[in-house]
């Protein structure tokens, strides 16, 4: 099993900058795919970013490409998303996930709780 705990959410104002962390606990963090997901009120979940197990490879949604990175410390079992240029379209609860394939199929079987981003205008 593998536990997953979000933390850096909050509200800031349009053109700011938000760091969110991931926190992992349990066996084998190191050899998940570990991403980040989103899911606005009356929305589905969307895919935002993933890194590989090795921190190699990444990839992004297109509507963060450029303006979100995310990477991963597997010393400290953490995983992380530096925001930018946040928008209010960016608004949403985030999710920390973890798999083996979840940079192939872009979803995953571990998750945490969630954090709240909220960006005003």
């Known amino acids: 099993q593998l536990q997953l705990v979000e933390s850096g959410g909050g509200l800031v104002q349009a053109g700011a900058s938000l760091r969110l962390s991931c926190a992992a606990s349990?066996?084998?963090?190191?050899?998940?795919?570990m991403g980040w997901f989103r899911q606005a009120p009356g929305k589905e979940r969307e895919f935002v970013a993933a890194?590989?197990?090795?921190?190699?490879?990444?990839l992004y949604a297109d509507s963060v490409k450029g303006r979100f990175t995310i990477s991963r410390d597997s010393a400290k079992n953490t995983v992380d998303l530096q925001m930018n240029n946040l928008t209010p379209e960016d608004t949403a609860v985030y999710y920390c996930?973890?798999?083996?394939?979840?940079?192939?199929?872009?979803?995953?079987?571990?998750w945490g709780q969630g954090t709240q981003v909220t960006v005003s205008s």
């Open positions: 349990g066996r084998s963090f190191s050899k998940y795919g």
């Open positions: 996930a973890a798999d083996f394939t979840l940079l192939l199929r872009r979803w995953a079987d571990y």
């Open positions: 890194i590989s197990w090795s921190g190699d490879s990444s």
